[in-house]
């Protein structure tokens, strides 16, 4: 039985991968979804699952350049490979999709391993490559059930996504800080890092090979008694409320471009992973109204830029 249920999902993705080709060729609409689910571990735990999967990640060739564990019952593994680094390469903001997560969450008796769908975040990010090749070496690694997060957001629409008119969108950037040259604006960031701000510590660090931007994840573990916007406990409580849970959503990550540091707005960070997530309710963006004000005062911090911002100043 199970190894019917192995060969009708490879089946599965396969159709799935013939139809993405297919609708790209042909510029026809398909619905994509943020995460991909890869298997379910019944009866286990997660230590033996994250042996597992990383063995699996290795023997594929895949670098894990983090390990992110923001609380308990819960690992992600950020990773990265040549496939993905040449992608980030040929986009003006490949960076952002020069990492991607697996996640290994335990759920009551089982454990669920996750990852993002890579080509959902090809597309997603304006990257010139959608990643299909990541995607099915993804599925032959780890395995593959089905995509999730969500409705599913039309494949011609995506690049252009924003959660609602009048909020960002993936280049409505968070500008944290612009110093006088790369080597200065990597070298503030790790410092930033350094000083442990609000307990804000570095995951990893990615260098895009052949051009001048790096890729830092940021690990928020803060006492949410002082600031809990700042813990991503506490924010993913109320987004990540379904039983398929998306961790691989974390860490949350900053990009050193040429003199730039910037992120992602978070009105953009998190819709694109949360898109079916409503504005009021227990869990809703609407609980999240201050976190991209906040964010944007510590990050900004982290980045060594300026706060508070100059013309904000009475």
Do not use: C
Not at 7 to 22: H, W
Not at 82 to 105: C, D, E, H, P, Q
């Amino acid at each position: 039985m199970k190894y019917l249920q192995m060969k009708i999902s490879a089946i599965g993705f396969m159709i799935l991968a013939l139809l993405l080709n297919t609708a790209y060729a042909e510029e026809k609409a398909i619905l994509l979804k943020p995460f991909s689910l890869a298997k379910i571990y019944s009866n286990s735990q997660i230590a033996t699952v994250s042996t597992k999967v990383t063995k699996q990640l290795v023997d594929a060739g895949y670098q894990i350049v983090g390990v992110y564990e923001p609380y308990q019952n819960t690992k992600i593994f950020i990773i990265t490979d040549n496939a993905l680094l040449k992608a980030a390469k040929k986009s003006k903001y490949g960076g952002f999709g020069a990492a991607l997560r697996v996640s290994i969450t335990q759920y009551a008796q089982d454990v669920q391993v996750v990852h993002n769908n890579p080509t959902y975040i090809g597309i997603a990010y304006n990257m010139k490559d959608y990643l299909s090749s990541t995607r099915t070496k993804l599925a032959k690694t780890l395995g593959y059930v089905k995509d999730f997060g969500g409705k599913g957001i039309d494949s011609r629409e995506l690049g252009d996504y924003n959660y609602a008119f009048g909020l960002e969108g993936f280049n409505g950037f968070m500008e944290l800080a612009e110093h006088k040259s790369h080597k200065a604006a990597l070298q503030f960031v790790e410092r930033g890092f350094g000083r442990e701000l609000k307990d804000m510590k570095k995951v990893y660090r990615i260098n895009v090979p052949g051009k001048q931007q790096s890729v830092f994840g940021v690990s928020l573990k803060n006492d949410t008694k002082d600031q809990k916007f700042l813990n991503d406990r506490f924010v993913m409580d109320i987004i990540d409320s379904k039983e398929l849970r998306r961790s691989a959503h974390l860490p949350y990550e900053i990009m050193v471009s040429g003199k730039r540091v910037f992120m992602m707005h978070p009105h953009f960070r998190l819709a694109i992973n949360f898109p079916d997530l409503h504005m009021f309710g227990k869990h809703s963006f609407g609980k999240l109204m201050d976190l991209p004000y906040v964010y944007e005062e510590y990050f900004i911090q982290l980045a060594g830029g300026v706060w508070p911002i100059p013309e904000e100043i009475d």
